[in-house]
């Protein structure tokens, strides 16, 4: 079977097929040299194009990753079911660098949150208050991650600055629909949500940003740089893709 893609449906949005299958694939414009197509951890696909180039050179390159694109797509699918919402209430679990904690809410004036062994506890006003408790621990995650991203950016950063790269600004923020990305004013930008992870799987998240200083798409330039600098980085980014769903 060979793919084919049909023409553009709007001006932000491709379809793809590959046999009797389809997607529709949200096309975005951006100031990268080169095209990239990425298939989100919730299947959904993006294709990032250079603001000039034109449609149809798009549709031939991404009809050339069709098979792949599928792939992809097949393999999210296969992976247990997404973690259910969070309610932010006594007993229930939460991730904390790759770590399983029991929450525990207690009341005070004092709000806050901290370890005790196995437990996140959130001190809160009200114990009933669950907008308010998931304020609380989201800001307990969010000073976490500064501080632990920040001081793995540093180890994983060394082995791209040996090759010439100058250190690139690190930003940390919430970001809907991905771990990461390297902007093309040369900034790398990290989720918040990614502390929830282990720290080797962290690692991964910053190595695959940094290798798209030197290739912005996931070309063979760009893996065999992953695979220098990082071999296990498949295994990884399978790890990160289901333990954080």
């Not at 390159?61 to 209430?89: C, E, L, M, N, S």
């Not at 000073?143 to 793995?152: D, E, G, H, M, N």
Request: glycine share 6%; charged share 30%.
């Amino acid at each position: 079977m060979r793919t084919i893609l049909a023409g553009r449906l709007t001006s932000e949005q491709i379809e793809i097929c590959w046999g009797e299958r389809r997607i529709i694939a949200e096309l975005c414009r951006t100031e990268r040299r080169a095209l990239r197509i990425d298939v989100r951890p919730t299947g959904e696909v993006a294709i990032f194009a250079p603001a000039g180039e034109e449609i149809d050179e798009i549709q031939s390159r991404a009809h050339r990753k069709g098979a792949w694109i599928f792939a992809q797509i097949d393999r999210i699918a296969q992976r247990p079911k997404v973690t259910p919402k969070r309610r932010f209430i006594s007993g229930e679990t939460h991730l904390l660098l790759g770590r399983q904690y029991r929450l525990s809410i207690e009341q005070s004036d004092d709000p806050h949150v901290r370890l005790e062994g196995g437990r996140l506890v959130i001190s809160a006003r009200s114990t009933d208050d669950q907008p308010h408790c998931r304020r609380l621990l989201q800001a307990f995650y969010t000073l976490t991650a500064r501080a632990v991203f920040r001081q793995r950016f540093e180890v994983v950063a060394e082995p791209f600055v040996r090759k010439g790269l100058k250190r690139p600004p690190l930003v940390i923020r919430s970001m809907s629909k991905r771990w990461g990305s390297f902007t093309p004013g040369g900034r790398v930008v990290l989720n918040v949500d990614l502390v929830r992870a282990s720290p080797r799987l962290i690692d991964y998240v910053i190595c695959h940003e940094l290798a798209h200083a030197f290739f912005p798409n996931h070309g063979d330039g760009w893996r065999a740089l992953l695979e220098t600098t990082m071999p296990d980085w498949e295994k990884r980014k399978a790890q990160l893709e289901e333990a954080l769903r």
